[in-house]
């Protein structure tokens, strides 16, 4: 497919003119990585890496809370904490049960037959200690039985963020400054500062694409970042295009702002209001679930004008923040000026 062929157009409150942006068409079956995206990155300002289960995770300066026991729980071959059953060979070397089946029942210490044998010692010792989660370097204060441990850390609110570029398969993960920097220095995103926008995106022969994804949209207002994502996909059998906003945050902070989006002409007009996603949900679940403005194919030829042989696609919208109103016990939106 000619990527040459999809632009888009970023157009300001205050200039009219139209400025030309190059987008990047994906198929997304089989996409293929950006050839500037790695698992790390450089920064101009001093990080400390953490590893958190093999990913290098960027966050503050902490104590590491090493033990003797705690290296005990430590399986030797994937380098996780073990959690019953905890099997042991002959000679009393561990290893979590996982990992049983991929050494082939073989200890990967001493070379001996594993068997059956389970370490309950060490499951009972495990029992009785109090660990603090594993994202503490990235701030989380908890401190939790070892086998409760597990389970916050799924849901932890501390846990590092996935890259929210829908163009290309990134594993990318960090703190949320983090991960602007990377969307603006490694995924080359349009950065904006205003929680207004007015974007046109073009589209040459729209009736030979099925699915394309145009380049992500990154809004800086109220403190805040937001991701503008544009794409072209098949719903059941009809092609439409679809917007949305996710907040690059977790859910109960997305509550806080409402967007709008908006696309019309020839006197018709499309407008969808909603929450922005987090970006815990991924670019996929939000597209799949239609939590956006969705346009038909047809319609939004339509709004083109002209042949209708090309799309030229104009999308407004806005973004807010909620306010509580104390006395009336309301939200009143907060719009930046």
């Known amino acids: 497919m000619d990527m040459d062929n999809i632009e888009c157009v970023s157009v300001s409150d205050l200039d009219e003119d139209e400025i030309h942006h190059h987008q990047q068409q994906h198929q997304h079956h089989g996409l293929h990585p950006h050839p500037h995206h790695h ?38 071959v994937c380098t996780n904490s073990m959690y019953p059953p905890i099997h042991q060979c002959h000679n009393g070397h561990t290893l979590c049960s996982t990992c049983k089946t991929r050494v082939h029942n073989r200890c990967p ?8 044998i389970r370490c309950l010692a060490l499951e009972k010792v495990a029992e009785s200690l109090e660990l603090p989660c594993k ?37 990318v993960v ?6 602007v920097a990377h969307l ?16 046109r995106y073009v589209k040459s022969n729209p009736r030979e694409v099925e699915n394309a994804t145009w380049m992500l949209t990154v809004f800086h207002c109220f403190g805040q970042y937001f991701c503008l994502h544009f794409e072209a996909f098949q719903l059941g059998m009809a092609p439409v295009y679809m917007a949305f906003l996710r907040f690059m945050g977790d859910e109960n902070e997305a509550r806080n702002y ?12 499309l407008i969808w209001e909603g929450t922005p996603r987090s970006i815990r949900d991924s670019h996929r679940k939000v597209r799949d679930s239609h939590d956006g403005l969705i346009i038909q194919r047809n319609m939004a030829l339509f709004f083109s004008g002209g042949d209708r042989k090309e799309l030229k696609l104009r999308v407004t ?11 009336a016990g309301v939200c009143i939106p907060n719009l930046c000026s």
């Open 135 to 171: 994202y503490y370097s990235l701030g989380c204060p908890e401190i939790f039985p070892y086998y409760s441990k597990l389970k916050h850390e799924s849901i932890c609110n501390f846990r590092p963020y996935n890259c929210p570029y829908a163009g290309s398969e990134c594993s």
């Open 184 to 199: 603006r220095d490694d995924h080359k995103v349009d950065m904006h500062t205003g929680c207004t926008f007015n974007h």
């Open 39 to 76: 698992s790390d990155f450089s920064s101009s300002k001093p990080r400390n890496g953490n590893n958190v289960n093999g990913v290098n995770i960027v966050g503050p300066t902490a104590i590491t809370p090493a033990t003797s026991v705690h290296e005990l729980l430590e399986c030797p």
């Open 109 to 116: 210490t001493c070379r001996q037959e594993l068997g059956d």
């Open 258 to 269: 409402s967007y709008s989006l908006e696309v019309g002409a020839n006197g018709r007009k």
């Open 174 to 179: 960090g703190d949320i400054p983090f991960l």
């Open 317 to 327: 919208g806005r973004i807010w923040k909620e306010q509580q109103n104390p006395d």
